[in-house]
């Protein structure tokens, strides 16, 4: 082994930074290493990247094994007290060369087994450059970092610091270069990306750099937007949704649940007919948009009505891509001292939530036969439409190449072309 092993765990985000950790490790000239990049959203997330460590130990005994992520800043101890593990770094650190440079250079000798600071102190995010898990589809811009909020059931916020944006003019640039090594689709990301521009000058909004990097930018063919909260939506972004063909007619929205007592609990910005108004609105200024969201079953105190609530949620909104996650406690969030529902009742309504969501994805599937589509190719056999619904090709296309195509058919979660 000479080349470092990397495995991954949790949100979209931690993968887009494994790709700039690689980068940075590579550069850096690291050799006969695993890295593992943690999850804090729950404690089951821990104890899976715990038993990754394990295997990855034994599977890798002469290695150095590194441990990074959101539960490498939340918990480190929990990390450094394991045999298998050499050194954990934190969130902020694993963004930086020369952490890598420092791994690299004296593993052993000098490198500090534990490299945590206190990521509430960080002030500015830098914005990564991650060209897409290997293929030239499409590539990520992170231009933002943090949360401000506390939602009870959430510990990311001590994971990943208070928000911070990259200012619209890196971005830009960011964007520019992307766009002249051939990429044909730009996927905007963050923790909270609704947020972004709060603590920049003049406090822009996401609306503002999403229209700022469509004008400077005419030569960018697709703009995406990763997950958002509806209800810090702007103006300009609703504009943006309304005029520009460029942006991708796909909203993917963390409205967690659908109703308002559990809402409230959780302490989220929003009540359920905020969430339905959005889509409507959303959906009225573009007709062709689809919507994924995330839902949490069994919300401690959530009861068989407030559960039904949820599931009338996801017609009420015609949402399509549904992230559904059974409720587990987080220690050291509020709503791990709230009553909890029985995990078979849990289980249950995450079953339901889901069924509910595959009914919708193949609602959405059957309308798009015989419908054109603009698609981004990710292999030679596979792409993505506007909406993010893969089609599968007979014929090889070009990979990156967006191919206009009429659909034939469909077949299970897939269209056909």
């Known amino acids: 082994m000479s080349t470092p092993i990397f ?8 993968q887009y930074e494994l790709e700039a950790m690689k980068e940075l490790a590579g550069d850096a000239g690291l050799k006969d290493a695993v890295v593992v990049n943690t999850c804090a959203v729950t404690a089951e997330a821990v104890r899976k990247a715990r038993q990754d460590i394990r295997k990855l130990r034994k599977a890798n005994p002469n290695a150095r094994l590194i441990v990074t992520g959101c539960a490498a800043q939340t918990e480190p101890t929990t990390f450094t007290d394991m045999d298998e593990v050499d050194v954990v770094i934190g969130n902020t650190e694993k963004m930086l060369g020369d952490t890598w440079r420092g791994l690299a250079a004296d593993f052993i000798g000098e490198t500090e087994a534990l490299q945590v600071d206190d990521i509430m102190s960080v002030t500015e995010t830098a914005g990564h450059l991650i060209d897409g898990f290997g293929t030239r589809s499409r590539a990520y811009v992170q231009v933002q970092n943090g949360c401000d909020h506390r939602c009870t059931f959430c ?4 994971g990943r610091g208070n928000s911070r944006s990259v ?8 964007i520019k270069r992307l766009v002249d090594k051939g990429f044909n689709e730009v996927v905007l990301t963050g923790v909270d990306l609704t947020s972004w521009g709060a603590d920049l000058p003049a406090a822009p909004k996401l609306g503002d750099l999403v229209m700022r990097i469509l004008r400077l930018v005419p030569d960018l063919p697709r703009l995406r937007i990763s997950s958002i909260d509806s209800i810090e939506v702007d103006e300009n972004l609703m504009q943006a949704i309304a005029t520009e063909a460029r942006l991708m007619p796909h909203l993917h929205l963390s409205l967690q649940h659908g109703d308002d007592m559990i809402l409230k609990r959780m302490k989220r910005r ?4 905020d969430a339905i108004d959005f889509c409507t609105q959303a959906r009225k200024l573009r007709p062709d948009m689809t919507f994924g969201a995330d839902i949490i079953a069994g919300f401690p105190t959530e009861t068989d009505a407030m559960f039904e609530n949820s599931l009338k949620l996801i017609e009420e909104c015609d949402l399509t891509w549904m992230h559904v996650f059974p409720y587990s406690a987080r220690e050291g969030t509020p709503a791990a001292r709230m009553p909890p529902v029985n995990g078979a009742i849990i289980k249950v309504r995450a079953a339901k939530l889901r069924a509910s969501g595959d009914v919708q994805v193949q609602r959405h599937l059957t309308a798009q036969v015989g419908q054109l589509h603009q698609v981004l190719m990710e292999k030679p056999h596979m792409g993505r439409t506007a909406q993010f619904a893969e089609v599968r090709f007979i014929e090889p296309q070009t990979e990156g190449a967006i191919v206009a195509t009429t659909i034939t058919g469909q077949e299970g979660t897939q269209l056909t072309a």
């Open 167 to 174: 200012p619209a003019g890196v971005v830009v640039d960011q």
């Open 270 to 273: 929003h009540l359920r007919d």
């Open 7 to 14: 495995s991954n765990h949790g949100c979209r985000l931690n």
């Open 155 to 158: 510990i990311i916020p001590y």
